[in-house]
């Protein structure tokens, strides 16, 4: 989630504030997915830099004489191409890598938001989920909170929903699934994608926490990674448009399960 300037959406943040967060997210997520073309596009442009460099100064010198600094310029080209065969010998890794942990935190706050959406504007969703909690942590009598109380308590939603969650580290969809059914909205989606999403949640942790390397518990866990087992699992083009897959599509059962219990009010 690097981008300087935030998506204008075609819903409305304040009438349509049950879909919004989601559709921001979904926003995010699909700039992550097409950025690794636009990188690729512009790392296999460099292939040649160095060659192009060095043709290009020799028409200069050719016109104009002696090139100032040309020996860092054809070094910095060489090493710029270098490097872009590089990315290309390992199939774009560290692209996609970067890619999938900002559409990961992109997921993530989108969840999150969405609660916090409705824990503002849902006075039932917030007696609800207040309950939840120490008596006299939050008071009902002082709702609507501000955003800051409201993304708190959503956070702290999240957390205690995977101890209501059997098998949390397994199945993060059904954490998903037991945190948003405390908001009244009951989700779903297939094994395929939810096992899916489940060792992209691993990835991730394994990401941030062990450099990529995959452990033997990992592997335990998750079969589709023992190949790698001591070593950094290869991020390619398959991998990661199965993960995206899967955070997609946990984002489309939401919007439904939200659609659902909006027609159920009504």
Known sequence: MTSLVKPTLG???????????????????????????????CIENAFDYDKKTKDNIAIIEKLKGSVADKDPILASAEDLSKWAKEMNSQNYHELYVHSFMGMWSSFETGLENTIADFVQHDYEVAKTLIGKFKSGRYEISNWPWNRSTCLEIANKIENKSKDATKDVSLDLFARIQTMFSWLGIYIKMEDKERNYLAEANRVRNILLHRYGEISEEDALYFPSLSKWVGAVMPFNKEIFTNYYDSIIKTLIAVMNGIQEKTKNKT
């Open 11 to 41: 819903t409305d943040p304040k009438t349509g504030w049950r879909f919004y967060s989601l559709h921001l997210t979904s926003s995010y997520v699909l700039k992550e997915f097409f950025l690794v073309s636009y990188y690729r596009r």
